[in-house]
């Protein structure tokens, strides 16, 4: 019986580092798909930076120019208030549009259809 020993060691060794193999595969994969969202998120935060300054400076200078138009404070203040409230939609627009930066979404459905795989050979290798 030393034969099938041997035998079934090697089936065990072979199954072990294949596991060990698919283990490291997933690792990388859900490594990338980091560091991909990181890139996403972080060109998502520059965009919002330069955006924000941007309106900033469009705000405050458009300011300047109505204070030394109109001498009607109360018309700047609303004015103001607009233009805040049109950030804050600007901003929720942003966040709405950009929800899709789940991290290892496609690390998850690769475990996933590695778990169905497995299940599948378990289920084929039964009498």
């Given at each position: 019986?030393?034969?099938?020993?041997?035998?079934?060691?090697?089936?065990?060794?072979?199954?072990?580092?294949?596991?060990?193999?698919l283990?490291?595969?997933?690792v990388?994969?859900?490594?990338?798909e980091?560091?991909?969202?990181?890139?996403?998120?972080?060109?998502?935060?520059?965009?919002?930076?330069?955006?924000?300054?941007?309106?900033?400076?469009?705000?405050?200078?458009g300011?300047?120019?109505?204070?030394?138009?109109?001498?009607?404070?109360?018309?700047?203040?609303?004015?103001?208030?607009?233009?805040?409230?049109?950030?804050?939609?600007?901003?929720?627009?942003?966040?709405?549009?950009?929800?899709?930066?789940?991290?290892?979404?496609?690390?998850?459905?690769?475990?996933?259809?590695?778990?169905?795989?497995?299940?599948?050979?378990?289920?084929?290798?039964?009498?």
């Open positions: 019986m030393p034969a099938a020993d041997e035998s079934l060691r090697g089936i065990v060794d072979a199954l072990a580092d294949e596991a060990g193999a283990l490291r595969a997933e990388r994969l859900a490594r990338a980091l560091l991909a969202t990181l890139r996403r998120a972080a060109w998502l935060l520059a965009g919002a930076v330069v955006a924000l300054v941007g309106f900033g400076y469009l705000v405050g200078f300011l300047a120019i109505l204070i030394a138009w109109r001498g009607n404070h109360t018309l700047v203040a609303g004015i103001v208030a607009g233009a805040f409230l049109l950030v804050a939609l600007a901003g929720a627009a942003v966040a709405v549009g950009h929800r899709h930066l789940a991290p290892l979404a496609l690390t998850r459905a690769s475990l996933r259809e590695d778990v169905e795989w497995a299940r599948a050979q378990t289920k084929r290798a039964r009498p």
